[in-house]
């Protein structure tokens, strides 16, 4: 008899006890309500997509090893409608699978449907196909949008219903959320945003899920439909009507990258002196975004320039592994407060000032039992005070807990749990022919410019987004200049200057076949010139420019119109003049040629214009590169180290890796800190390192997506790098 034949007859038997009791979830002034009982929960954003189903179980595990009872997602309308009616639901996108790993482990699940969801994901997860449904205005009272939204909201609640999900169901989601950061834009759209706000409420609710909705950061959201908090702090937060409890939907740990950015960290004490301070001052609900932030593999991050890493700084890193101190130092934390759940949520609380910048919150029940919270949000000073006839130290900056009101059993800035450093051990990569006594790449150049018939000309520029519409990162423009014999300039040997203007995000410049130079826009401002000497020779000379997108806007008014793309063109001293190229021919091709011949995946692998060689070409513009290699030795979760790579796409046996881009963060040593004072309230620019580093050196490749041998690596370099110095390396504790 097979193991798991006994093991999946207790574990289904297990599930089936568990499931088989709905559980009725209210809310009152102090918390959600869950059969009758109120609930302190520590809810931890784990989104399926940013991992892989085989890490799912392993991370909702750490989750609650840390002290969590609630995973809470984002639903990824764009990675699940791909066109509309076609819907997806594979792979990492198996939304049905990992509620149910999420309910087989006995913990609860917030569903943040959106479907507008922002999250650093390409275009805040809206499809793109949206845009160009004539008439679409997103987010606004706007027919084809609220048609296509509630569709897929739709879409989703029946599907949790279908698969019995909901806690009234038996199944774990307790929560859902319709719309995101509303009130952030909801005056952008003046009278039309009210009436939307309203709308998307009211649409929810006739849902029927019978379990409560949330709107973040909604403050005039309608009864009943409970308005929460998404801060660095949300202690001062009431929600707008006083029967509801008080729920922190998104307290952010860490903060994203930017390539061309720093490394943001959220010190442990400040996390923890802002959860302490949120139940001192009645919260009932507290969710991590991100608890695991995980990786934007593929085209799936949002911009521009946000990283493929989602690392976040979060209790779980990037890799799966448990950031210490930060995920022990949260898990006695979260036992700390649980510790005061009773009372928090059922006693009777008394404020009273200790002295300047201390506050102690009583909770008392008519049992006598006791409960306090003292915090001293004095930035800099330690503080002792005095508190029922005993003497207490407060470290600046912190909230001690007392689930006796006698003994402090954790004070936020006093960290004790173990700390750990992580090491990427670089692993040579080994190719899987053994027979081969040198290391072999294929390798396929291609030619810049039009590939193929083109895909239309014109007089001059297009949006790149309305032209690609974000099937892929690439738009060929190609032109040609004459130059005639007695030019002045070829005589006199001096250089003209090609100068490009872009609304974003990047651009290669070509002429006459030889690679000119690369530019792009920082942070999320998308702008740049491009300036560059360019030999150009007598007669004919063709430009081909290679623009990018690198991610599309998450956020923000109107977000979904912000365009991209070239918008000017001129060459500088052409026999001292300048010569305007804006309003010439322009020859367009979307996307690049590899993609075309679906080089990366598995079914274009026998393209025949690869040449094998042991001589890779290092410093090549538009070159795929293919080897078949080992998976590296050992359990530990494995990156890419692409150090020594220029800028390009990644896959393993036709898994996405995604974007790579070694870009230096633009920042001085100075805009860096050595150490980090945890003391003050944070913002993602206090705490930076990697000044003058590559944002991102390592790309996380999932270990299920290895077998032992014959791995297929590909990658496609689109400015020049040395595919030779590519490793592994292997993410180990050290
Ligand atoms: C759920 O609980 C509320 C109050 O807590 C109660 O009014 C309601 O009848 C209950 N519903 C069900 C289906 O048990
Ligand atoms: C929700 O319930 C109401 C009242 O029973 C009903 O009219 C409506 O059609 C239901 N909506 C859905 C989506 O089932
Ligand atoms: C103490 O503060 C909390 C949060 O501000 C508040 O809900 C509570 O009513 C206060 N208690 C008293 C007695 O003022
Ligand atoms: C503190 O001490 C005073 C005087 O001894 C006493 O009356 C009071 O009950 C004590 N309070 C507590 C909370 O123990
Ligand atoms: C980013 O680009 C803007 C506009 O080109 C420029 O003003 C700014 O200095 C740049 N910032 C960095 C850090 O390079
Ligand atoms: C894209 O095209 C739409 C119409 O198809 C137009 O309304 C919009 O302005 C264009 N966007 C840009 C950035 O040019
Ligand atoms: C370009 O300008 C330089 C200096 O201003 C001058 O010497 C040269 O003759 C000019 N060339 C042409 C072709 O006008
Ligand atoms: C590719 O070629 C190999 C060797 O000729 C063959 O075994 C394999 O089936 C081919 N794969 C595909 C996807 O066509």
Not at 68 to 97: A, C, M, Q
Not at 220 to 225: E, F, G, Q, R, Y
Not at 246 to 254: A, F, V
Not at 439 to 453: H, Q, S, T, Y
Request: charged share 20%; with cysteine.
């Amino acid at each position: 008899m097979n193991l798991c034949f006994i093991f999946c007859l207790i574990s289904t038997s297990l599930v089936f006890t568990f499931v088989s009791a709905g559980s009725n979830v209210t809310y009152d002034s102090r918390s959600l309500i869950i059969d009758g009982q109120r609930k302190l929960l520590i809810s931890a954003a784990i989104h399926y997509p940013r991992s892989v189903p085989a890490m799912w179980p392993g991370l909702v595990q750490t989750a609650k090893q840390g002290g969590v009872d609630v995973i809470e997602t984002y639903v990824f309308w764009n990675g699940h409608e791909l066109s509309p009616g076609n819907y997806y639901f594979g792979g990492r996108f198996d939304l049905v699978k990992f509620a149910k790993i999420v309910h087989e482990a006995r913990m609860y699940l917030i569903l943040r449907i959106g479907p507008f969801v922002a999250a650093e994901w390409n275009y805040g997860g809206v499809p793109v196909w949206l845009h160009y449904i004539p008439g679409t205005v997103f987010r606004t009272y706007n027919q084809p949008f609220m048609y296509h939204m509630e569709k897929f909201t739709a879409y989703i609640v029946n599907l949790m219903k279908q698969e019995k999900l909901f806690a009234s169901q038996g199944g774990p989601i307790i929560l859902s959320q319709i719309e995101n950061e509303y009130g952030f834009y909801e005056n952008y759209y003046k009278e039309d945003g009210k009436k939307y706000a309203l709308w998307a409420a009211k649409m929810a609710v006739s849902q029927n899920t019978s379990v409560p909705w949330i709107m973040c950061q909604q403050w005039d959201a309608p009864d009943p439909v409970i308005d929460t908090c998404n801060s660095f702090y949300c202690d001062q937060f009431t929600p707008t009507s006083p029967n509801r409890p008080k729920i922190w939907t998104e307290n952010w740990p860490g903060w994203f990258k930017t390539f061309g950015g720093r490394d943001p960290h959220r010190p442990v004490e400040d996390v923890a002196f802002s959860v302490a301070r949120f139940f001192q001052k009645g919260g009932s609900v507290h969710n991590y975004y991100m608890y695991h932030g995980g990786t934007n593999f593929g085209r799936t991050a949002g911009g521009p320039f946000i990283t493929t890493s989602y690392d976040y700084d979060a209790p779980i890193d990037e890799y799966g592994l448990p950031r210490l101190p930060k995920w022990g130092h949260l898990k006695e934390l979260h036992k700390a407060i649980k510790l005061c759940e009773h009372l928090l949520l059922h006693g009777k609380s008394v404020n009273t000032s200790l002295g300047p910048s201390v506050e102690a919150s009583v909770y008392t029940d008519s049992t006598g039992a006791c409960a306090a919270f003292i915090s001293n949000s004095d930035d800099k000073n330690d503080k002792t005070v005095e508190f029922r006839n005993a003497s207490y130290h407060l470290p600046a900056w912190s909230v001690s807990i007392l689930p006796d009101c006698k003994n402090v059993v954790f004070n936020t800035a006093k960290v004790s749990s173990p700390t750990n450093k992580v090491a990427m051990v670089p692993e040579k990569l080994q190719q899987s022919d053994k027979s081969q006594k040198t290391f072999k790449w294929d390798v396929l150049k291609e030619n810049p410019g039009i590939w193929g018939e083109a895909d239309f000309v014109k007089n001059g520029f297009v949006d790149h987004i309305n032209t690609t519409k974000d099937t892929t990162d690439y738009l060929w423009h190609t032109t040609s200049i004459l130059i005639g014999k007695n030019d002045e300039f070829l005589k006199k040997g001096s250089e003209p200057v090609l100068v490009i203007e872009s609304k974003g995000h990047a651009l290669h410049a070509f002429v006459n076949q030889k690679y000119q130079g690369t530019a792009y826009g920082n942070g999320s401002h998308s702008p740049f010139t491009f300036k560059n000497p360019i030999s150009l020779k007598a007669g004919k000379n063709e430009i081909a420019l290679l623009s990018l997108t690198v991610g599309l806007q998450t956020a923000g008014p109107f977000y979904e119109f912000v365009g991209a793309g070239v918008t000017s063109v001129k060459i500088n001293g052409l026999n001292n003049k300048t010569i305007d190229l804006s309003s010439n021919a322009w020859t367009y091709k979307i996307g690049v040629q590899g993609e075309h011949q679906r080089l990366h995946l598995v079914d274009g692998l026998n393209n025949t214009k690869w040449t094998s060689t042991s001589e890779a070409p290092k410093g090549q513009a538009l070159t795929w590169y293919k080897a078949i290699v080992d998976a590296p030795p050992g359990d530990e979760p494995v990156g890419l180290d692409m150090l020594y790579m220029g800028k390009g796409l990644a896959w393993l046996n036709g898994e996405e890796i995604g974007r790579y881009w070694p870009r230096l963060s633009e920042f001085k040593k100075e805009d860096c800190v050595e150490e980090c004072d945890y003391r003050g309230k944070f913002n993602p620019d206090k705490c930076v390192t990697g000044c003058g580093e590559p944002t991102q050196r390592w790309y996380h490749v999932p270990r299920s997506w290895f077998k032992p041998s014959g791995n297929v690596l590909v990658f496609f370099e689109e400015k020049g790098g040395d595919p030779t110095k590519i490793t592994f390396a292997r993410r180990k504790v050290v």
